[in-house]
């Protein structure tokens, strides 16, 4: 399903908490996003040729219950 790669904080950004994953199945990885998070509180930039995710958070609370359910 979803394997992490990388997690980082940025400072002093509107979405400190960025995620990198590799995924299966790009639709999969956003409706899990939209069903679980606002949609304010979080951006998605997905890389179609390589399966890899970058998932940026405003919120810490939302990063730490998106790492836990990998």
Request: net charge positive.
């Amino acid at each position: 399903m979803f394997r992490l790669v990388k997690s980082l904080t940025i400072k002093d950004v509107k979405l400190p908490y960025s995620i990198i994953v590799s995924f299966g199945d790009g639709k999969e990885l956003r409706k899990h996003l939209v069903s679980r998070y606002s949609q304010g509180d979080f951006s998605c930039q997905i890389e179609r040729y390589t399966s890899i995710a970058t998932i940026n958070f405003r919120n810490e609370i939302d990063a730490a219950d998106f790492l836990m359910r990998l």
